[in-house]
């Protein structure tokens, strides 16, 4: 994982998870390389790891992104970092996403908005200022009355990868459960969208 990911997964966490206890907290594509999301999650909750292989960071090894082993509504949080560029179909491990959501529950996503072909096994795809949009659009057409409650791009730092974030709510209804925004506390973004405007924001 690079500098910014994780950068990004702490203040997350530290905006939106902040005060949580005994949440379950789902990780897509958790294998440690080079770090993880679960260092810097908030304690007290459980988090679980998923992935293709089994290796340090993983708790449950699938065999299809596209079904992931939890029951409806049965979960809090769904994190996933430097994952969604390496799924063939993002729009489907989406909607699986928040299939496993409980009403309440939020979906982190980081993926990178430029950078090198890295394939793992795969790489298909970059995500840009719109893709948070689109995807709230995509689950709102699939049956789910999710919304986008922020998304941004990152600045570059060591790793040479501009990050996409978004953050989205599995009820719109919840939306306001959430004040704080992770671009609140950074000091360089842009295209920095939030729920219910049309405003796009730049910190440079």
Sequence with gaps: MHDTAMKYGETFFKTYLKDARDSIIVDIGSQDVNGSLRSVAT????????????????????????????????????????????????????????RILKPHGILYINAPSNGAFHRYPVDCWRFYPDSGIALQNWGRRSGYNCALLESFTGIRDEGGWNDFVAVFIKDTMFADHYQGKIQNSLTTFTNGRVNNSELISNLT
């Design 43 to 98: 304690p007290g909750n459980q988090y679980i790891g998923v992935d293709f292989i089994c290796a340090k960071g993983v708790d449950i090894v699938i065999q299809d992104p596209y079904a992931l082993p939890f029951d409806n509504e049965s979960v809090d949080v769904v994190v996933s970092s430097s994952c969604f560029e390496h799924s063939e179909f993002f729009w489907l491990l989406f909607n699986e996403a928040l």
